[in-house]
Nanobody, 126 residues
Framework: QVQLVESGGGLVQAGDSLRLSCAAS????????MGWFRQAPGKEREFVAA????????NYADSAKGRFTISRDNAKNTVYLQMNSLKPEDTAVYYC???????????????????WGQGTQVTVSS
């Protein structure tokens, strides 16, 4: 069992930055990959970014490339999502998730993830 708790969301203006954090507990953090997803009202949950167990490999959705950075600190059992140059279309609930699969570096679809946090709201005003 793994517990994931996101924090760092809020209301910002377009062009601002936010850093989301996701604290994990329950199992050895370095044994699973992590991802960030988001869901806007009326839309399906979508992949944002993923990071491998060691942190050496990352992957981003096209919408996040060049603006968002995923990182992890295995000593602190925490994964981060640094979001810069935020746009109104980034408004969504952001979720972190844990990928326990033994094959592959990380998942990029929601069904590849085993545990989810409760989400944190990010609202970007124009």
């Amino acid at each position: 069992q793994v517990q994931l708790v996101e924090s760092g969301g809020g209301l910002v203006q377009a062009g601002d930055s936010l850093r989301l954090s996701c604290a994990a507990s329950g199992r050895t953090f370095s044994s699973y990959a992590m991802g960030w997803f988001r869901q806007a009202p009326g839309k399906e949950r979508e992949f944002v970014a993923a990071i491998s167990r060691s942190g050496g490999d990352t992957n981003y959705a096209d919408s996040a490339k060049g603006r968002f950075t995923i990182s992890r600190d295995n000593a602190k059992n925490t994964v981060y999502l640094q979001m810069n140059s935020l746009k109104p279309e980034d408004t969504a609930v952001y979720y972190c998730a844990a990928d326990f699969r033994t094959g592959g570096k990380y998942g990029i679809t929601s069904y590849q993830y085993n545990y989810w946090g409760q989400g944190t709201q990010v609202t970007v005003s124009s």
